[in-house]
Antibody, heavy 117, light 112 residues
Framework: EEQVVESGGGLVQPGGSLRLSCKGSGFTFSDYWMSWARQAPGKGLEWVAIIKSDGSVKMYVDSVKGRFTISRDNAKNSVFLQVDSLRVEDTAVYYC??????????WGQGTTVTVSS | DVVMTQSPLSLPVTPGQPASISCRSSQSLVNSDGETFLTWFQQRPGRSPRRLIYMVSNRDSGVPERFSGSGSGTDFTLKISKVEADDVGVYYCMQSTHWPRTFGQGTKVEIK
């Protein structure tokens, strides 16, 4: 079964950092672009970042540029999202998704990031 | 950024009846290769998003045939031919022709 599983969320104070992880299984991880998206409580979806299959291309939504960094380790079938300088408005469920035909076809269950003092 | 506007935002439906959701983009979603990257997702209560339709009209594996997508340019539609109780949830359109990818506000489908 093709799946991705996120981890690493938690409660952090404003200005703090977390490293979110996503591990893929059941497919050739290194063949796919991978993305992170998020959903604030009771709100809609927002695409946050994407990374090419070999890690050579990374793109971010403007609201996280300079604060979030996406990376991957194909040997470990994993993609990461380093989230720094966190703000209250970054509070959300963060989803990892495999990209296929330029949208996520396999999604994880999400990991919750809560930014609060 | 491309603004995606869905309507209606709330859609009460009777089981067995058809349902339709509209999604309009603030600019054309056709790229220089003639491809259109418009996706429909379903999010059931308390669940992760699930992709139903990609590139306007391509149904994902395992998605019931009662779901269909259509449209072109800036105007797109998701249709459910006969709604079932299992279809309750929020439906999102998303464009990925332009960066950043942007979603519609979501349409909440509920059973009457």
């Amino acid at each position: 079964e093709e799946q991705v599983v996120e981890s690493g969320g938690g409660l952090v104070q404003p200005g703090g950092s977390l490293r979110l992880s996503c591990k893929g299984s059941g497919f050739t991880f290194s063949d796919y672009w991978m993305s992170w998206a998020r959903q604030a409580p009771g709100k809609g979806l927002e695409w946050v970042a994407i990374i090419k299959s070999d890690g050579s291309v990374k793109m971010y939504v403007d609201s996280v540029k300079g604060r979030f960094t996406i990376s991957r380790d194909n040997a470990k079938n994993s993609v990461f999202l380093q989230v720094d300088s966190l703000r209250v408005e970054d509070t959300a469920v963060y989803y990892c998704a495999r990209d296929f035909f330029r949208s996520g076809d396999v999604w994880g269950q999400g990991t919750t990031v809560t930014v609060s003092s | 950024d491309v603004v995606m506007t869905q309507s209606p935002l709330s859609l009460p439906v009777t089981p067995g009846q058809p349902a339709s959701i509209s999604c309009r983009s603030s600019q054309s979603l056709v790229n220089s290769d003639g491809e259109t990257f418009l996706t429909w997702f379903q999010q059931r209560p308390g669940r992760s998003p699930r992709r139903l339709i990609y590139m306007v009209s391509n149904r994902d594996s395992g998605v019931p045939e009662r779901f269909s997508g259509s449209g072109s340019g800036t105007d797109f539609t998701l249709k459910i031919s006969k709604v079932e109780a299992d279809d309750v949830g929020v439906y999102y359109c998303m464009q990925s022709t332009h960066w950043p990818r942007t979603f519609g506000q979501g349409t909440k489908v509920e059973i009457k």
